[in-house]
């Protein structure tokens, strides 16, 4: 009997134990309702010096989108080898902040490429990208069904009735 007693006792304040422990990571809005704070570093950004974005791909041309934390001037080196990044667009200032484009062309269609950008702040790694890849052609195959076609061995011969 003392032992359904504290069985029914624990299974009673178990909610409230957990209410309470949630209670501690929550903080009360204005109307005094709680919400729950994030404990989690997990959303938090390392600082970095910049962020690059491709966009409007097609078979011959890219634009990068470069946004800088720092002022700084650079430029983005590109090729289609790994570590022989031998084009490279001119060299243009970026202001804190204010993202810039950068389109890189004439390029090469259904091609792998490796770029980075380069930088006084710093260098990015190298990192890649496809130009659009042709069109596929819709496979088309073509059936003929012909009809059971009866062939008249004669008079009735294989089981068959006569052809008329």
């Given at each position: 009997?003392?032992?359904?007693?504290?069985?029914?006792?624990?299974?009673?304040?178990?909610?409230?134990?957990?209410?309470?422990?949630?209670?501690?990571?929550?903080?009360?809005?204005?109307?005094?309702?709680?919400?729950?704070?994030?404990?989690?570093?997990?959303?938090?950004?390392?600082?970095?010096?910049?962020?690059l974005i491709l966009c409007r791909p097609t078979s011959n041309s890219i634009?990068?989108?470069?946004?800088?934390?720092?002022?700084?001037?650079?430029?983005?080196?590109?090729?289609?080898?790994?570590?022989?990044?031998?084009?490279?667009?001119?060299?243009?200032?970026?202001?804190?902040?204010?993202?810039?484009?950068?389109?890189?062309?004439?390029?090469?269609?259904?091609?792998?490429?490796?770029?980075?950008?380069?930088?006084?702040?710093?260098?990015?790694?190298?990192?890649?990208?496809?130009?659009?890849?042709?069109?596929?052609?819709?496979?088309?195959?073509?059936?003929?069904?012909?009809?059971?076609?009866?062939?008249?061995?004669?008079?009735?011969?294989?089981?068959?009735?006569?052809?008329?």
């Amino acid at each position: 009997m003392k032992r359904t007693l504290f069985t029914l006792v624990a299974l009673l304040l178990a909610p409230l134990t957990v209410l309470h422990a949630a209670g501690e990571n929550t903080a009360r809005k204005g109307d005094g309702a709680r919400q729950a704070a994030q404990t989690s570093q997990c959303n938090d950004v390392p600082s970095h010096p910049f962020d690059l974005i491709l966009c409007r791909p097609t078979s011959n041309s890219i634009t990068v989108s470069v946004l800088c934390y720092e002022d700084a001037e650079g430029f983005i080196a590109y090729g289609t080898q790994p570590g022989k990044l031998t084009a490279r667009t001119p060299a243009q200032p970026f202001r804190k902040g204010q993202p810039a484009e950068i389109v890189l062309a004439p390029l090469q269609p259904n091609t792998q490429y490796y770029y980075r950008l380069q930088s006084a702040l710093a260098g990015s790694g190298e990192f890649t990208f496809h130009t659009a890849r042709p069109p596929r052609r819709a496979a088309v195959r073509v059936g003929m069904h012909a009809g059971h076609r009866r062939t008249c061995p004669g008079k009735g011969g294989l089981g068959m009735p006569p052809c008329k």
